[in-house]
């Protein structure tokens, strides 16, 4: 198989573009780095389409090993011939390879294989003849051995018949064809275990659907329905037309005495041995797909949150609620570090409002707090009210904003929580975690694993690795789009670097405490087990901001700092002019370099570089060091509440979209319980799926339909 062009059919891209990506691959380069520094070879092939090419290059690989392998293991038989050599190397799924090779993969002992052992082959092989000059029974009588339990001539025919119906049952022809069918034709079906028992599932307890529809949503519903054993699901073919089929493929002539013993071994083959085979093919098929469909909802979700620009210049009050144990606070200051914490009782059952509130005014004004980041978990309308009464009291400003909290409980428990924070309990920790989520969300969400921040669905009835691998490429990507500063990142957010790994991320932080802050890339280099090649891949996402050299603050990468200082020559910007570039770009204003250039092209080639790392070099200078989540929108800073009372159907809100699944999205709108717009409702024209119209961090404006209180 051509690989390559196999790979460029499928992403509809040039084969030129894939032949480069996988040689950059194959050299060890990493995806992040190939996609924002290999443009010129790939042709701007970004890392969405990277990743894709990498998981579609690992199957068609192993593909092609399961096929050498599959054709070395016939061979040895001594049973390859050309044309199904010829097949085996054409097929282009390892389903079809595996159909092929069913009848020379080595068999458990099956009744076919008990058959064989009797000596009944050449029965069977009669039988398939379909001679009407055969006296079946006749010919039968001759296969009789009671010394191996073949005692009648109906017991020879028995066991022939179990030789043709996995015979039948291992021809690829047959079984692609059943496959097709049955997945264009066929439903999938749901009962009860006990129609009497109340459970989510009650929707599915009498449900039918064509295979070909159903979304991936319900079939993962029906998988866990399936597990927790209060559904029972199977697939539903179109039986009658597939034995007709094999009816027409098997049977030559309608013989009187062959044809009623085929046809019988035709339906024994196909519910004992094809159909079972074919119904795990396609609830396979199906799960997968729900799961890469899932997966990818996901990855989006988790993107966009991650990508959520971070709350900066606030002194952040973290609170964690909860009833009986207290809300946990802790002041956060405008760099992330943990000023104090404290433990309040405003809720049920202590009731100590007065007391939390005195508490808060004091650390308001001791610390200068101007916004409270509250998480979204048990106790938090409860909070949100004290809050809103305490806003109302006060006399200088304050905000405050809900979080979504999903994984903090993971995080203060974790062993980094506890290196982080050693003389914090949980509580305290996860509060520090919750005000730090809104200050900067990417820095602090790549501490907790991305299965735990709660934008997914039904995660825990997929391929864990799958998943995790899926989504751990997603936070990659999230960190060195936006990069990183070398001087305060933390060992986690380092680890996701191009070419850096956990250790090496852990070298960097402990070099930077024994040495002090880096003051350019070069530094790197002296980081211990952190080499050339590592050096290349993430060098250019590591930000060093008042360094030696500006271009160090900038994703511009040391590989071409040579041709950047030229550029800076051309244009008459000096180191110096470049940092006061870098200044205002802090205060959201941008230089105009695109029209001071007449030539591109010419200016490419005078500095040796390609035009596209020209156009990606002249952007980086004209918004030096400029975090790309800030055309994001921020979060909605609220000082007042709401309440299910005062929702009416007609009421039009603004709101923050917290996640997105396949038939809608759930949108915080400031009262406890999230609302829930269904796909139907969110636009005119019809769309395929939520995403197409919100994502994760959203902020829209929403109508009240009907509001059911729980």
């Known amino acids: 198989m051509d690989i390559n062009g196999e790979l460029a059919a499928k992403l509809g891209v040039k ?44 199957y068609l690989r192993n593909l092609e090993e399961r096929k050498s392998h599959v054709i070395e293991s016939i061979e040895e038989q001594g049973l390859l011939t050309e044309e199904l050599k010829e097949a085996i190397l054409s097929a282009t799924t390892l389903v079809a390879v595996e159909d092929l ?3 020379y993969r080595p068999k458990r002992r099956t009744r076919a294989t008990i058959a064989k ?67 264009g034709e066929g439903l999938i079906s749901s009962e009860a275990k006990d129609a009497e028992a109340e459970s989510v599932y009650e929707m599915y307890y009498a449900f039918e659907e064509p295979v070909r529809k159903i979304a991936g949503h319900r079939v993962l519903a029906l998988n866990r329905g399936e597990a927790e054993k209060v559904l029972r699901v ?99 200051d405008e760099t992330g570090k943990v000023l104090d914490t404290k433990v309040i009782f405003p809720t049920a059952p202590q009731n100590k409002v007065k007391e939390a509130k005195e508490e808060l005014k004091r650390l308001i004004k001791k610390y200068g707090i101007s916004l409270i980041s509250v998480g979204n978990g048990t106790a938090s309308r409860e909070s949100e009210a004290v809050i809103t009464e305490l806003i109302k009291e006060l006399d200088t400003p304050v905000s405050y904003v809900i979080v979504n909290e999903a994984g903090a409980s993971v995080y203060s428990a974790s062993k980094l929580a506890t290196e982080e924070f050693p ?34 669905q039904y995660q825990h009835d997929m391929d864990q690795k799958k998943l995790s691998d899926a989504l751990l490429g997603v936070v990659e990507n999230c960190v060195n789009r936006v990069g990183v500063d070398l001087n305060t990142a933390s060992a986690p957010l380092l680890s996701y670097v191009a070419g850096i790994n956990k250790t090496i991320a852990k070298n960097i932080v ?37 360094g030696d050299n500006p271009l160090d603050a900038t994703s511009v990468h040391p590989e071409s700092y040579e041709a950047a200082g030229k550029l800076l020559e051309k244009l008459s910007i000096s180191f110096a002019d470049l940092k006061m570039m870098q200044a205002q770009a802090a205060l959201g204003k941008s230089a105009d370099l695109s029209g001071r250039i007449r030539n591109r092209k010419e200016l490419a080639q005078e500095l040796g570089i390609g035009e596209i790392t020209l156009d990606d070099m002249i952007r980086e200078l004209e918004k030096p060091a400029r975090d790309p989540r800030e055309n994001m929108q921020g979060p909605i800073l609220r000082s007042d509440v709401l309440s299910m009372e005062d929702l ?37 024209k019809y769309i395929k799926h939520p995403l197409e119209v919100v994502s994760v961090g959203d902020i829209v404006e929403v109508k009240v339909l009907s509001v059911d209180p729980v």
Not at 131 to 157: F, G, H, M, R, S
Not at 656 to 683: E, K, P, W, Y
């Open 15 to 58: 084969r030129s573009q894939v032949d480069a990506a996988v040689k950059l691959i194959d050299e060890g380069n990493t995806i992040p780095f190939i996609a924002r520094y290999r443009k010129e070879a790939t042709g701007s092939l970004n890392d969405e389409v990277l990743r894709d090419l990498f998981e579609q290059l690992q």
């Open 101 to 103: 090779y069913l009848p």
């Open 117 to 183: 052992e009797k000596g009944l082959q050449g029965l069977a092989d009669l039988i398939m003849e379909q001679d009407p000059k055969y006296d079946l029974i006749k010919e039968a009588q001759a296969y009789v051995d009671p010394e191996k339990e073949v005692n009648t001539p109906e017991e020879a025919i028995g066991g022939a018949c179990d030789i043709i119906a996995e015979q039948i049952a291992d021809q690829a022809q047959y079984r692609a064809y059943i496959r097709k069918i049955t997945f």
């Open 234 to 332: 199977r697939i539903v073919a179109p039986e009658e037309k597939i034995l007709q089929y094999l009816c027409a493929q098997v049977i030559g002539n309608k013989n009187a005495q062959s044809a009623p013993v085929l046809e019988k071994t035709i339906e024994d083959s196909y519910s004992r041995l094809i159909g079972p085979a074919i119904e795990r093919d396609i609830r396979n098929e199906l799960t997968e797909r729900a799961e890469d469909g899932a997966i990818t909802v996901f990855g989006k979700n988790l993107e966009q949150l991650l990508l959520q620009p971070p709350v900066s210049g606030h002194v952040v009050l973290g609170w964690d609620p909860a009833f009986r144990t207290g809300c946990k606070l802790a002041v956060v």
């Open 423 to 456: 003389q914090f309990d949980v509580g305290q920790r996860s509060a520090a975690s919750i005000a730090r989520r809104i200050q900067d969300p990417l820095a602090e969400l790549v501490k907790i694993d991305p299965k735990s921040i709660g934008v997914g």
């Open 510 to 546: 402990d070099h930077r405490e024994a040495n002090g802050r880096f003051t350019n890339r070069r530094q790197l280099l002296k980081v211990a087990k952190l080499g050339p090649k590592a050096y290349e891949q993430c060098a250019g996402f590591m930000r060093i901001t008042g």
């Open 648 to 684: 009416t159907p007609g009421m039009v809100l603004k709101g923050t979209v917290r996640n997105v699944i396949d038939f809608g999205a759930f949108v915080d709108i400031g009262v406890h319980q999230d609302g829930l717009v269904h796909i139907s409702q969110m636009c005119e």
